[in-house]
């Protein structure tokens, strides 16, 4: 990554931790820096600012992750692999945090940690899936047949991803909005009936934590990389 | 020819199971032990009917994944993998074990859900075209999740624990799917309304043999 881009994405994710944090919550928003409150969600749904594309990096990181198995498996360049690893180490850290979120806003909204809605369900399979794919991981000594077996279940894993985001809340009554049973309509995403200066806030957050994911993942493969090759120079030695 | 390969895998998996009886004779002794574990640790009680369609499922769940890792492990261990891969293509190899493999799960989920009948009073089934349409299409999700699964392990170096685990987050959206649709049947739901947990339990079942299909060959000649 280019040095200016990560000072612009610096200063674009503080931008945003400022105003999700700062900005007041008021009945009749007045000025462009008023967020409305929603009843019933009050100051918790400033949460959404973080909660959400969090959770979308997570996704980002895992589809990224698949793809580069796929490449792998494509042209047989350890390089891939790498890729693929740095992703999947990204994505659970990601989803760690989504999962920490959403918990804390879970608690104080429907009054406990976890309830095992549709989506919680989900992100804690997510959860599993990249712990499995670690465990594969450090199971298979030889780096190639490592790297086959673990694109190999990334893409068995990914899926059945469209199940859990797709089916999953259909059949299954939640507290997430799109759920079976959700008045506002059963669609896969929440309808944006946000206050238009939240939802800029909102795209932003989206768009900053998917660069902030590009960066993190820029550093990891670089760190991936050299570690490789000091492991093959002391082999030698 | 292909066709007539996979036929011919089948039928080697089924004389060499038949010579030893070591994975029929296993998998039995665990749906006795399981089943003997739910019946005690139900003692006097009575339990809802959604707790018993859902031990149902863990039955036989557990009860696959020990049977059907050795799938692939066997043939590592005789070293006849090298032999296969000469004679055969990947194709008609994955083909011939997802049926046999298919054939075993179907055979012991039947096992399973008549001996549940039987044994525990509580459990009764209103509507039966759901609940065995749900034994048939769940035994073949399982079966193709872990035919492929399979493969991966017997590369591993941990071949037994590992199964499980790589198995669980990808059958989950099947077993709750199944549990559903038990669920259904026995709270007496007509079929039609069971509609929507058999499209998913097809679709899974659909997805995964296309998936497998596409990158066995990547594990199976490794």
């Known amino acids: 990554m280019k040095t200016w881009l990560k000072i612009a994405v610096s200063i674009w994710i503080t931008g945003i931790i400022i105003a999700g944090i700062s900005f007041p919550m008021v009945r009749v928003p007045e000025t462009w820096w008023q967020f409305p409150l929603i009843p019933g969600l009050e100051e918790k749904a400033r949460n959404i600012i973080f909660h959400v594309p969090i959770s979308w990096a997570t996704v980002v990181a895992f589809v990224m992750s698949m793809i580069y198995g796929v490449l792998y498996l494509r042209k047989k360049d350890i390089d891939y692999d790498l890729r693929s690893v740095s992703s999947a180490g990204l994505g659970l850290l990601l989803c760690v945090l989504a999962t920490l979120t959403g918990a804390i806003w879970a608690k104080f909204n429907w009054g406990s940690f976890w309830n095992w809605d549709p989506r919680q369900t989900s992100i804690f399979i997510l959860l599993l899936i990249y712990g499995a794919y670690f465990v594969l991981r450090s199971a298979i000594d030889e780096e190639e047949r490592r790297a086959t077996l673990s694109s190999v279940y990334s893409i068995l894993a990914g899926v059945t991803v469209p199940f859990f985001i797709f089916v999953m809340p259909r059949i299954m009554s939640g507290l997430h909005p799109g759920s079976l049973g959700d008045e506002q309509g059963n669609l896969p995403v929440l309808e944006f009936k946000m206050a238009t200066n939240m939802l800029i806030v909102f795209f932003a957050s989206l768009i900053g934590f998917t660069l902030l994911y590009f960066w993190m993942y820029s550093l990891k493969i670089r760190t991936m990389r050299i570690e490789r090759q000091i492991q093959h120079e002391t082999e030698i030695n | ?222």
């Open chain 2, 1 to 222: 020819m292909i066709l007539q390969s996979s036929y011919h895998i089948f039928v080697k998996e089924f004389i060499s199971e038949f010579r030893t009886r070591y994975a029929l004779n296993a998998l039995l002794m665990f749906v006795v032990t399981t089943l003997s574990i739910n019946l005690f640790s139900i003692g006097h009680d009575s339990p809802t009917q959604e707790i018993l369609s859902g031990t149902l499922w863990i039955v036989i769940f557990f009860s696959a994944m020990s049977g059907l890792s050795r799938t692939f492990v066997a043939e590592e261990e005789r070293g006849t993998s090298l032999t296969l891969r000469l004679l055969t293509d990947s194709t008609s190899v994955y083909t011939g074990k997802l049926i046999y493999n298919f054939i075993l799960i179907f055979v012991l989920s039947i096992i399973i859900a008549i001996a549940y009948l039987l044994l525990i009073k509580e459990f009764s089934v209103k509507t039966y075209s759901i609940f065995w349409l749900t034994i048939i299409l769940g035994s073949a999700g399982l079966a193709s999740a872990s035919t492929i699964l399979a493969a991966i392990i017997a590369k591993a170096n941990t071949k037994g624990t590992l199964f499980p685990v790589l198995a669980f987050p990808i059958l989950l959206p099947l077993l709750l799917t199944c549990i559903n649709a038990t669920k259904l049947s026995v709270d007496g739901a007509f079929f039609s309304e069971a509609i929507k947990e058999f499209q998913i339990l097809i679709s899974f079942a659909i997805v995964m043999v296309t998936t497998s299909l596409l990158v066995f060959d990547f594990v199976w000649k490794d």
